[in-house]
């Protein structure tokens, strides 16, 4: 089974920025679409950002385009979140996923907390 591991998050002010990181182990990533998801407290879980297996297409959602940007590289099996001008709206656990056909990883999930 693919097992995903996020790290980078941590306690930020308000226009501050931080890295996500989302590590795979066991597998490689490089067949699965990456997904960037994040879950605020008494609230749904929503997506973020994602990015193709190959890394040739990206999609952002409204509330985080212009600010944050998703990358990958292949050779370190890794999927990156650069968030930069973050807003308190932005605290939440945010989760890795990894989406092939048949199969769907999630991650622990990192905190990230923006104070204002």
């Known amino acids: 089974q693919l097992q995903l591991k996020e790290s980078g998050g941590g306690l930020v002010q308000s226009g501050g920025s931080l890295r996500l990181s989302c590590v795979a182990a066991r597998y490689t990533l490089d067949y699965y679409d990456i997904g960037w998801f994040r879950q605020a407290q008494g609230k749904e879980r929503e997506g973020v950002s994602c990015?193709?297996?190959?890394?040739?297409?990206?999609n952002y959602a409204d509330s985080v385009k212009g600010r944050f940007t998703i990358s990958r590289d292949d050779a370190k099996n890794t999927v990156y979140l650069q968030m930069n001008s973050l807003k308190p709206e932005d605290t939440a656990v945010y989760y890795c996923?990894?989406?092939?056909?048949?199969?769907?990883?999630w991650g622990q999930g990192t905190q990230v907390t923006v104070s204002s």
């Open positions: 996923n990894a989406r092939a056909v048949l199969s769907n990883y």
């Open positions: 990015i193709s297996r190959t890394g040739g297409s990206t």
